[in-house]
C-alpha cells in the first residue's frame, strides 16, 4: 500500500527555521516526482515546487522560489520543505503528493507561526 | 501560468441528483487534467486523472469529461458521502495551477 506520511504540527515563533517531512512507503520513491502544496486557513490549494525522483533538480513556484528549498533523502526515501526564516504569512496546512497528478497525499502537516 | 476558473463556486444539489461542475483552464493543458475530493480537515483525493480516468477506488457514478479548455466532473447519484469541495488541477505545465475549488452543499 502506497503511503505517504509526514511530521507532526510545529509551532514556530518569526524568524525561526523549519524543516518538515514527508516519508514514503509502498513504492519505489526514486521512481516518482514529489511535490509539496500549501493552503492557507480557509483558502484554496497551491503548489510550491516539485523535486525530481533522485532529488538532482527542484523546480519552485515563483511565489515561493527563495522563500522555502524541497530536497529529498533516497536512502530514507523522504523527501522536505525547509524554511530559513519563517513569517507569520507561512502559517498553513502543508500537503507532499505524489507526481503531478497527485495520485497520493501526505496526511498534512499544520504549521502555525506566531510570536 | 496556466489560470483555472470552476464554476459555479458553491452548488447545492438534493441527495440521489446528478450534479455537474465545470472547469476552464486559460490555453490548452493536453488533457492533463484532474479533480480532487477535499472534506473538511482531510487531505484533496484524487478522483480523475488524465481528464476523464478514475483514480482506484473511486466509484462509478464519478466522471470526468472534456477536451481543450473545457472540462467537466459529474457525480451521477449524490451520495451523502460526497458533499465537500472539489478541485481541478492542470499538470500540463509548470507552474501546475488548481481551481478556487465549487463546494457542493446539501440542498
Known amino acids: 500500500e502506497v503511503q505517504l506520511v509526514q511530521s507532526g504540527a510545529e509551532v514556530k515563533k518569526p524568524g525561526e527555521s523549519l524543516k518538515i517531512s514527508c516519508k514514503g512507503s509502498?513504492?519505489?520513491?526514486?521512481?516518482?516526482?514529489m511535490g509539496w502544496l500549501r493552503q492557507m486557513p480557509g483558502k484554496g490549494l497551491e503548489w510550491l515546487g516539485i523535486i525530481s525522483p533522485g532529488g538532482s533538480n527542484a523546480t519552485y513556484s515563483p511565489s515561493f522560489q527563495g522563500q522555502v528549498t524541497i530536497s529529498v533523502d533516497k536512502s530514507i526515501s523522504t523527501a522536505y520543505l525547509q524554511w530559513t526564516s519563517l513569517k507569520a504569512s507561512d502559517t498553513a496546512m502543508y500537503y507532499c503528493a505524489r507526481r503531478g497528478s497527485g495520485d497520493y497525499w501526505g496526511q498534512g502537516t499544520l504549521v502555525t507561526v506566531s510570536s | 501560468e496556466i489560470v483555472m476558473t470552476q464554476s459555479p463556486a458553491t452548488l447545492s444539489v438534493s441527495p440521489g441528483e446528478r450534479a455537474t461542475l465545470s472547469c476552464r483552464t486559460s490555453?490548452?493543458?493536453?488533457?492533463?487534467l484532474a479533480w480532487y475530493q477535499q472534506k473538511p480537515g482531510q487531505a484533496p483525493r484524487l478522483l480523475i486523472y488524465g481528464t476523464s480516468t478514475r483514480a482506484t477506488g473511486v466509484p462509478a457514478r464519478f466522471s470526468g469529461s472534456g477536451s481543450g479548455t473545457q472540462f467537466t466532473l459529474t457525480i451521477s447519484s449524490l451520495q451523502s458521502e460526497d458533499f465537500a469541495v472539489y478541485y481541478c488541477?492542470?499538470?500540463?505545465?509548470?507552474?501546475?495551477?488548481f481551481g478556487q475549488g465549487t463546494k457542493l452543499e446539501i440542498k
Open positions: 490555453q490548452s493543458v493536453s488533457g492533463n
Open positions: 509502498g513504492y519505489s520513491f526514486t521512481d516518482f516526482w
Open positions: 488541477q492542470q499538470y500540463n505545465k509548470w507552474m501546475y495551477t
